[in-house]
């Protein structure tokens, strides 16, 4: 799976009185209608053993110069102080300001597999940063960052087909 990219965030989550953030980067869309996403947290993290309490979370979609934060929310921060960084109000939780996007759940379901759970949230709200858009990835046990060069758009949907094959 090291050879699948994938954006960085850090969860934070409202579990009454306490504030949870770690991050992550599986998360992903799950519906558009209701508008559904998850994040898979480690059945060892503080968070997952107080998800039965959590009543809100954010999804704080990282930026490209942000890799300090998702080493520190992740406990690997060798530093004697932490980066700099500052939660703000947001609908369901608090939001990690100065992030590229921030997603406003509320939990919808909580699915245990494996090692990890699958937490799906309702989306309440959305935060888009300032631009420039550019976001951290993690590639191949690294933080990597988007080539400014444009690429091809993606089709639009109604003009995708499926396509049949065959096994032989």
């Given at each position: 799976?090291?050879?699948?990219?994938?954006?960085?965030?850090?969860?934070?989550?409202?579990?009454?009185?306490d504030v949870h953030a770690m991050t992550v980067n599986a998360v992903s869309s799950v519906s558009l209608d209701?508008?559904?996403?998850?994040?898979?947290?480690?059945?060892s993290t503080r968070l997952a053993r107080d998800l039965p309490r959590v009543t809100g979370f954010t999804i704080n979609i990282l930026r490209r110069e942000q890799q300090?934060?998702?080493?520190?929310?992740?406990?690997?921060?060798?530093?004697?102080?932490?980066?700099?960084?500052?939660?703000?109000?947001?609908?369901?939780?608090?939001?990690l300001e100065?992030?590229?996007?921030?997603?406003?759940?509320?939990?919808?379901?909580?699915?245990e597999a494996g090692d990890h759970w699958l937490v799906v949230g309702r989306v309440t709200h959305l935060h888009t940063g300032i631009t420039p858009h550019e976001p951290l990835l993690f590639y191949k046990g690294g933080y990597r960052?988007?080539?400014?060069?444009?690429?091809?758009?993606?089709?639009?949907?109604?003009d995708v087909h499926e396509v049949p094959f065959h096994f032989y």
């Open positions: 799976m090291g050879l699948f990219g994938t954006g960085v965030a850090v969860i934070v989550a409202r579990a009454g009185e209701p508008m559904l996403v998850m994040f898979c947290p480690g059945n300090a934060l998702s080493t520190y929310f992740a406990g690997g921060w060798k530093e004697p102080l932490p980066p700099p960084f500052r939660f703000v109000p947001s609908p369901s939780a608090l939001r100065g992030s590229l996007a921030s997603i406003d759940c509320t939990p919808e379901r909580v699915i960052g988007v080539d400014a060069v444009a690429g091809a758009p993606a089709p639009e949907l109604a």
